[in-house]
């Protein structure tokens, strides 16, 4: 479904080289004795599907078990129909080894739609924490309840993981996370922990940076307890890349060996089924939830044109006045590929809610100052172009109940999406709502509220406290809870309502609850 043959294929590979490839199975080890658990980074499933879902989890050798962690490996994995593991449902194993950094990634299949799942990993004498999961409901099902959380930006320098923790232990269907899942650098302020290791830019430090965040015991707690849909934004490379261009103009043949490392890394450590070629990797999906919903994921950084107008020194977002090639309409943030993807899906939808998890807020957040408007090079409003294009397809495919979901900015945003943002005139043909972030830091109240007068569509903008937001579809409406504390995160930090918004069915557009 909306992959193509060849990525099949592609995965296909991938998993038999992981299952089958009889050469990699003789010479490996299927009874390792570790003298510590190998499985530190917790277990992880994705990508639920009606009959499948994404099973994941990486062995990290002690240095004691060095030798071990130098041979391929066997790792059995079991899925249960209960939470006490006495009814299994299938078993199957997998060959990993230090090429993949241990990492395993099983498509388990044949599942029944819209059951609860339990699951875990074995090697030798280690076993694996217990993973819960849930598949999708079958595609034609009548639906009346679906949850989730939205979460995004989770610097772990700026404060703990406690948002995971309250996700972790709520009943959901899945948690969709857009972008910023680690951080490549340092900010010094509000530090409440540190990375203790320089920016990556190999494999090996990309695959360090990524083990560190999963080191985490709240975000390992989110993980076991729901699948997860991911895409990314910046930061799983470097700060404001936008395809083939680093902020220091890196040469870009040299910078897409970085970002196929960053790739890499980040494959290794999700429960995703397409491993990237090189530089490239195929993130966006698609995904349903019976009658009731369907959600696609974009990749609002593979494609997308460089920063207009940009700074000849650096180049990453910056708020700019006059810039004429702001709308330059061959400008894409999605690539021409994708933009016909989500218009065809758009158009082409029988299901009610229609969900589009993407990296950054779409709504206009521009200043009016006294020299002009200001817009922010970086998020959709340096690519007015390509957002009209997107509202203006939803719109005359008559794509109803269309919302969109956003990360990157470090708020809280309700806001009503228009085809011309901010004019009275042009209706409104979605809404928005983006998650704030779980721990990374955010504007201020009073910036807030002015970019707010600035921009009456925006109807709650606050960056000043951390968290996520708490989603609950039924056929007549969607409703959003944004949950939050004080910034930065403390570890014992416990979360209370921002604010809450519904989205009636067949009326776009932002409700007070
Ligand atoms: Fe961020
Ligand atoms: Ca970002």
Redesign the pocket.
Known sequence: MNITRRELHRAAIWLALGSMAAPLRARAQSAPRWSANPFGLGVASGQPRPDSVVLWTRLVPSQADDAIGDSALVVKHEIFADAELRRPVARGETVTDASRAHSVHVIAQGLQPQRDYWYRFTCGNAVSKVGHTRTAPAEGADVRRMRFALG????YEQGYYAAHREIGGRDLDFVLFV??YI?EGSNPSNAVRQHGTKTPHTLDQYRDRHALYKSDADLQAAHAAHPWILTW???EVVNDYADDRDPAYTEPERFLRRRAAAYQAYFEHMPLALPPQGAAMRIHDRFAWGRLAELWTLDCRQFRSHHACPDPERDHGRTLVECAELDDAKRTMLGADQERWIKQGLAGSTRQWKLVGQSTQMSATGFDAPEGRKVWTDGWDGYPEARRRFLQGAESAGARDLVVLG????RHVAADLRVRPNDRASPIVATEFVGG?IT?RGASRASMDRMRRDNPDVKHARGDERGYALFELTPGRMQCEFRTTEHPVQERATFATQASYVVEAGRPGVQAA
């Open positions: 995004s930006c989770q610097h972008g910023d951080y934004d910046d930061h990360g990157d900015v470090h972030s990374s």
